[in-house]
């Protein structure tokens, strides 16, 4: 069974850090490419982060601005999002998700709040 779930969320102060996880069961993690979604209530999900399965080729989303960092681990089947000086307009549930060819996997997702 495909299971993707994700953890590593909080409430955090505006200028925090936190590191998101997601942890892939049910299929080779390596051979997808993997991504961090956010949706903020009432706007639409976007991408904020991806990485390639073969050559490890990162993209971002313009609005991190490099303060977000997305790494895998092939060896654990995770992959995570190292987030720093947020912002409260980074307050969203995040998700991951898993893309091969015609497949894709969603995660439940995990709230970020940033916030004083």
């Known amino acids: 069974q495909v299971q993707l779930v994700e953890s590593g969320g909080g409430l955090v102060q505006p200028g925090g850090s936190l590191r998101l996880s997601c942890a892939a069961s049910g299929f080779t993690l390596s051979r997808y490419t993997m991504s961090w979604y956010r949706q903020a209530p009432g706007k639409e999900r976007e991408l904020v982060a991806s990485i390639t399965g073969a050559a490890g080729r990162t993209n971002y989303a313009d609005s991190i601005e490099d303060r977000f960092t997305i790494s895998r681990d092939n060896a654990k089947n995770t992959i995570y999002l190292q987030m720093n000086s947020l912002k409260p307009e980074d307050t969203a549930v995040y998700y991951c998700?898993?893309?091969?060819?015609?497949?894709?996997?969603w995660g439940q997702g995990t709230q970020v709040t940033v916030s004083s």
């Open positions: 998700k898993a893309a091969f060819l015609s497949r894709a996997y």
